[in-house]
């Protein structure tokens, strides 16, 4: 396949270009836990912990501009503002999922267990 120009970044097959649209660390965990429900900032935070504020606003951009999560912000005060996930991050789903699994396998045959 001949390589491509998408968002002036050069890509060089589709496995790449999906990955950079919901790869790396957190991306995927963030369509994971909007597939059966809508969310706030705060209730990502309490089930993340470990990324930072700063982190989590960047990948929730990058996730609506490409796409993949609606955010609604409402007219109150304080502001509320909410996440959810548009057809296209349903679409991602089973691939996560499928992923999921098989990094569960690969944990398995390495000896890893969580507690």
Do not use: C
Request: glycine share 6%; no cysteine; aromatic share 10%.
């Amino acid at each position: 396949m001949p390589e491509f120009i998408h968002n002036h970044k050069v890509y060089y097959n589709p496995v790449e270009f999906a990955m950079d649209q919901i790869g790396g660390t957190w991306k995927m965990p963030i369509l994971w836990r909007l597939k059966d429900q809508v969310l706030r900032f705060s209730e990502f935070k309490k089930t993340m912990p470990k990324i930072t504020d700063k982190m989590l606003t960047t990948q929730l951009r990058e996730l609506e501009k490409n796409g993949f999560i609606n955010r609604k912000v409402y007219a109150v005060v304080p502001p509320k503002v909410e996440y959810s996930i548009t057809e296209k991050g349903l679409r991602a789903i089973p691939i996560i999922d499928t992923i999921r699994k098989y990094g569960l396998e690969l944990m398995l045959e390495a000896g890893i267990t969580t507690g």
